[in-house]
């Protein structure tokens, strides 16, 4: 798993982070320069124990006793409430800066090409948005200021020790190295560890969720015990996933332990032949013991969060490269409205998806205004395809698709999307109500205008009879409604939203003959005075068009009316042969 960043990469990340960060720029040196005085209080700690024992209790004056323990106290509570301050200041720039990264992401993503997501699983693009940016809030909310705390403190505690008395300092340097060395190797081990956890736990979680999901499948066929004996087995593994960090740790945190009562024994000891010889005072030494908690325990801090802020580091690429890929729709400078009407023209289209071949070869397609344009076709011929070229979700290869004159790569987005609509065969409905979901098709219109759009369909009526009306919920995707209410909806929705070209999937989904003549009505109702492209599954609707094009094989194969192509005795009419004899389809 690529949880770890190079160091050209953690450089590249370091940058474009401190560009984003610029408008927190004061926030954060005033954070900073609490974060050094805290650090401070803590190590002047020890330094007051030693002033209170080498001129307090040593030579018996107790105001300077006094002293020492009164000043320990107001340095203790002053770094305490700094503590608090740095806490609250990191968190409210890092959640400031987390919210507007989360934001900048979405509409980022809404803004990217349909062939972005034909490439990218939803699904990964979702654990960007969770996973990713949750090690990066984990390390906002404490572990960036733990961190740099527990680095100010290691650095600081080294210096002041050395300030203090080199020759005893020298012998607590013996005993640091091997707890670095350690500390990197639990690192190292507690992050491979780690991640194989979450893997484990995740493979976990897929066979728990499959068993589940195929519940009736599993009891249908007796097969618990089969599946019982797979979930053992990932459940076995996460077992030793997790056994094995504790290893790690159960090694390293003694090792540790011992290190630091080993390390003051050696200060005690060592230190005790040196004030005999005058070298450093007693107070010197209580001082040292107490300095070396602020060296161990940072360094087993730091390696804990080590892996945190490398797994963010990790989570700020992927994002910035998310966030640096470009549309492939974009709009070019200097683009023009498209006219209100016009011919749609699709000349010498080629066009495959990625590198892959092409799947339309040369296809040119003329349109007139007002005109209705059937587009049928054997299954993967190609019609869905020069539908999304039509409507500019993707451009061609090769050769042009042009409206009321326009090149559509030179058209403004807006006005690219105004003047032409899709209609998908599943219209996808938003949490929301009716109304709500309506209206999404042109944000602007007044209640009075949706009622317009919803009779101009003839659907007062069937609207009306919904439980609430316009107002009712349709929930999740619409689970509340059924398939042709749906379907209605995304109807209205594009008669809103009042295109010029309207380009339509027809739905496959079977509804009731009741249903289906009313979404058949709204539909007619819908196309009247509009330029229409079709893509029909059924005969009625290839039958009414104006002029019917049969895609096969991504080359235009015949285009004519019903009549026509009926007396030409090719694709067409051997598709209508089919048509007539499977009755359900014929609508
Ligand atoms: N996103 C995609 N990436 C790669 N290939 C695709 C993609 N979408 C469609 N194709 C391929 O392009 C060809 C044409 O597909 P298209 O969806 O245009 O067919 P269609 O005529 O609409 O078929 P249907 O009647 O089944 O809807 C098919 O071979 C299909 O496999
Ligand atoms: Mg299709």
């Known amino acids: 798993m690529d949880e770890t960043l190079t160091r050209a990469d953690a ?16 926030q954060i040196a005033l954070a900073t320069l609490l974060l050094v005085s805290q650090t401070a209080c803590l190590l002047a700690g020890p330094a007051l124990v030693r002033y209170g024992i080498d001129s307090g209790l040593g030579p018996g004056d107790g105001g300077a006793l006094n002293t020492a323990a009164i000043v320990y106290l107001v340095i203790a509570f002053v770094g305490a409430y700094l503590g608090r301050l740095v806490i609250l200041m990191v968190a409210r720039v890092g959640e400031t800066f987390l919210r507007d990264l989360r934001e900048r992401v979405f509409r980022h993503l809404l803004s990217l090409g349909l062939d972005f997501f ?43 020790i050395f300030l203090l008395s080199w020759q005893l300092a020298l012998f607590v340097l013996v005993v640091v190295p091997p707890v670095v060395i350690a500390s990197r190797w639990f690192r190292r081990e507690s992050n491979r560890a780690y991640l194989e956890v979450r893997d484990r736990i995740g493979q976990n979680l897929a066979t728990l969720q499959e068993g589940l999901a195929g519940v009736r499948v599993v009891q249908a066929f007796g097969r618990e015990p089969a599946v019982t004996r797979r979930f053992r087995g990932t459940n076995e593994a996460q077992y030793d996933a997790h056994l094995e960090t504790v ?49 161990f325990e940072p360094v087993q801090q730091l390696s804990q ?14 994002l910035f490269e998310l966030l640096d890929t470009r549309s492939s729709i974009t ?22 998806y990625g590198d892959g071949e092409p799947v339309l070869h040369d296809v040119t397609l003329p349109v ?59 219209g996808f409905l938003f949490a929301g109500t ?49 398939a042709g209410e749906r379907q209605l909806v995304s109807l209205t929705r594009a008669a809103l939203a009042d295109p010029t070209l309207l380009v339509l999937d027809e739905a496959t989904s079977n509804l009731d003959p009741g249903t289906e003549r009313t979404v058949e009505q709204a539909l007619e109702r819908l196309m009247e005075g509009r330029t229409v492209v079709v893509i029909a599954h059924r005969l009625s609707t290839a039958e009414r068009a104006d002029r019917i094009a049969v895609v ?34 014929t609508g």
């Open 434 to 482: 009716v109304r709500d979901n309506i209206r999404f098709g042109w944000a602007e219109a007044t209640d009075a205008e949706i009622d317009d759009a919803i009779s101009a369909l003839g659907l007062t009526e069937r609207f009306d009879a919904l439980i609430d009306g316009l107002d009712t919920e349709v929930r999740e995707r619409g689970s509340r409604l059924s």
């Open 247 to 295: 290893r790690i740790s159960a090694r390293y945190f003694p090792f540790v332990e011992f290190s630091g009562v080993f390390g003051t024994a050696l200060i005690i000891g060592i230190g005790g032949w040196f004030v005999n010889r005058d070298i450093v005072t007693v107070g010197t030494v209580a001082a040292f013991v107490l300095y070396l908690n602020n060296l």
């Open 331 to 352: 709009e070019r400078p200097g683009a023009v409205d498209l006219p209100d009407e016009g011919p749609l023209q699709v000349e010498h289209v080629t066009f495959g």
């Open 368 to 426: 007139a205004p007002g005109e209705r344009l059937a587009l049928v076709g054997p299954t993967g011929a190609g019609k869905s395809t020069l539908a999304k070229l039509i409507a500019r979700f993707y451009d061609p290869r090769e050769g042009r698709v042009r409206f009321g004159g326009v090149d559509l790569r030179d058209a403004t987005l807006r006005s690219l999307r105004r003047r032409i609509v899709v209609v998908p065969q599943e």
């Open 118 to 160: 034909e490439r990218e699983k939803t699904g990964r693009l979702v654990a960007r948005m969770t996973s990713d940016i949750e090690a990066l809030q984990e390390l906002v909310s404490v572990g960036l200021v733990m961190f740099v705390q527990n680095a100010l403190i290691f650095v600081g505690a080294i210096v002041v």
């Open 552 to 585: 096969d094989e991504g080359r235009l194969a015949e285009l004519g009316t019903h009549e026509e192509l009926l007396g030409r005795e090719g694709c067409y009419a051997s598709l209508y042969a089919a048509w007539m004899a499977a009755p359900a389809a």
């Open 305 to 318: 969060l080590y892996n945190l802020v490398q797994q963010s580091g990790a989570a700020l690429q992927k």
């Open 11 to 26: 450089t590249k990340v370091l940058r474009r982070l401190r560009e984003l960060l610029r408008p927190y720029r004061g």
